[in-house]
Nanobody, 120 residues
Framework: QLVESGGRRVQSGQSLRLSCVASESIFNINAMAWYRQAPGKERQFVAHFSRTGSTYYDDSVKGRFTISGDNAKNTVWLQMNSLKPEDTAVYYC????????????????WGQGTQVTVSS
């Protein structure tokens, strides 16, 4: 129901743009977010985009990543610039009608993830 794309291997300092599209079977999406999970670590919040246009970022990506969305298409993007090896992770898209920002359990819908690998 949520399909991510755009992940691949890049060199440190390069950019990537991830996309996430929600299927028409999901109704009343008011916010979408990106999370990531690095090997051996818990999944962590990356960025959040609300239908009103509000955005929130984890401090680790602030100034480098930009989240944006198209409400009509139930699509969200994550533009990642100045990538670092520590950004290596599986990136997951999440969505819900009324999620709490940074609260993982408040998102009802999740994608399968897309792998981003940043080599030094």
């Amino acid at each position: 129901q949520l399909v991510e794309s755009g992940g691949r291997r890049v060199q440190s300092g390069q950019s990537l743009r991830l996309s996430c599209v929600a299927s028409e079977s999901i109704f009343n999406i008011n916010a979408m977010a990106w999370y990531r999970q690095a090997p051996g670590k818990e999944r962590q919040f990356v960025a959040h985009f609300s239908r009103t246009g509000s955005t929130y970022y984890d401090d680790s990506v602030k100034g480098r990543f930009t989240i944006s969305g198209d409400n009509a298409k139930n699509t969200v993007w994550l533009q990642m610039n100045s990538l670092k090896p520590e950004d290596t992770a599986v990136y997951y898209c999440a969505a819900d009608s009324a999620p709490m920002v940074r609260v993982e359990d408040s998102y009802s819908y999740w994608g399968q993830g897309t792998q981003v690998t940043v080599s030094s």
